[in-house]
T-cell receptor, first 110, second 114 residues
Framework: AQRVTQPEKLLSVFKGAPVELKCNYSYSGSPELFWYVQYSRQRLQLLLRHISRESIKGFTADLNKGETSFHLKKPFAQEEDSAMYYC????????????FGKGTRLHILP | ETGVTQSPTHLIKTRGQQVTLRCSSQ?????VSWYQQALGQGPQFIFQ???????GRGNFPPRFSGLQFPNYSSELNVNALELDDSALYLC?????????????FGPGTRLTVL
């Protein structure tokens, strides 16, 4: 069965320090991976997708099929990065059903 | 471009009652997905509607049902409410032909079952 695991419920990082939010998935086929973010009092929104291979707000994520991981990274944390982050998976070329992880709350310390 | 809207914002029901939640998709989107988000959990897929037909379903019992209308808006109906149905219900719209897998979420409906 498809599964997305985010091992950390809470991650506290000092401003200016590097950030890494972990995500592992289990899926036998060819998945598409996403990171969604929810800032305080805002709705859930897409941050980035592995297909785009882009950097958004300084965040990047590389799909590692050997380790079945899609960790989210940023070299220098900013206070506005504080939010809830969800890793998500979609089966390629199928319907738009998204499987979400339980989320990691990122707290940037001043 | 109008975003995804949901109504009502909050709802309180008692066990055994029935509830209908509504969602208007973003302009140009023909697919609507519904998710249940319990406290401290990630969104859990309930089902998806594409062109007024159910197009995929998660691990939810038949008392969770839905509809999609010709204008692509959607309803989620839950019968025989149970205490565990208390959650935030999220609707998301997408356009698979344009950007498959990219979903735009509404603000959610908070359902409390007493």
């Amino acid at each position: 069965a498809q599964r997305v695991t985010q091992p950390e419920k809470l991650l506290s990082v000092f401003k200016g320090a590097p950030v890494e939010l972990k995500c592992n998935y289990s899926y036998s086929g060819s998945p598409e991976l996403f990171w969604y973010v929810q800032y305080s009092r805002q709705r859930l929104q897409l941050l980035l997708r592995h297909i785009s291979r882009e950097s958004i707000k300084g965040f990047t994520a590389d799909l590692n099929k050997g380790e079945t991981s899609f960790h989210l990274k940023k070299p220098f944390a900013q206070e506005e990065d504080s939010a809830m982050y969800y890793c998500a998976l979609r089966e390629m070329n199928r319907d738009d059903k998204i499987i979400f992880g339980k989320g990691t709350r990122l707290h940037i310390l001043p | 471009e109008t975003g995804v809207t949901q109504s009502p914002t909050h709802l309180i029901k008692t066990r055994g009652q029935q509830v209908t939640l509504r969602c208007s998709s973003q302009s140009g989107h023909n697919t609507v997905s519904w998710y249940q988000q319990a406290l401290g959990q990630g969104p859990q897929f309930i089902f998806q509607y594409y062109r007024e037909e159910e197009n995929g379903r998660g691990n939810f019992p038949p008392r969770f049902s839905g509809l999609q209308f010709p204008n692509y808006s959607s309803e989620l109906n839950v019968n025989a409410l149970e205490l565990d149905d208390s959650a935030l219900y999220l609707c998301a719209s997408s356009s698979p032909a344009r950007r498959a897998g990219v979903q735009f979420f509404g603000p959610g409906t908070r359902l409390t079952v007493l």
